[in-house]
Nanobody, 122 residues
Framework: QAQVVESGGGAVQAGGSLRLSCVAS????????MAWFRQAPGKERERVAS???????RVAHFVQGRFTIAHDNGPNTLALQMNSLQPEDTAIYYC????????????????WGQGTQVTVSS
């Protein structure tokens, strides 16, 4: 019954911006952990940003200064604002959520969205 849905992907030129949205639903309460991951062709999936049970927001070092996250539309949502996009940011971006009270935002999530494609051209 749980659902995680991403939106907002697209194609942009280098230096441009995109805002991805994620909505997690299907439980009587809000998820304790949410995160954004991405996976480029031929590469391992990597964690981009996360929010833990205390709503502490973190972004990965390789996107610091360019990407931010926020629960802009409620605690069951997680927006990923991506600025100064570069070709190496091209990937499928996935949102994940965990409704366990003791969840680790860096851990393996059970509930994933379908992914949204981000393509950055040089």
């Amino acid at each position: 019954q749980a659902q995680v849905v991403e939106s907002g992907g697209g194609a942009v030129q280098a230096g441009g911006s995109l805002r991805l949205s994620c909505v997690a639903s299907g439980h009587a309460f809000n998820p304790y952990c949410m995160a954004w991951f991405r996976q480029a062709p031929g590469k391992e999936r990597e964690r981009v940003a996360s929010s833990d049970s205390e709503a502490r927001l973190r972004v990965a070092h390789f996107v610091q200064g360019r990407f931010t996250i926020a629960h802009d539309n409620g605690p069951n949502t997680l927006a990923l604002q991506m600025n100064s996009l570069q070709p190496e940011d091209t990937a499928i971006y996935y949102c994940a959520a965990d409704w366990s009270w003791d969840c680790d935002p860096r851990g393996d999530y059970k509930y994933w969205g379908q992914g949204t494609q981000v393509t950055v051209s040089s």
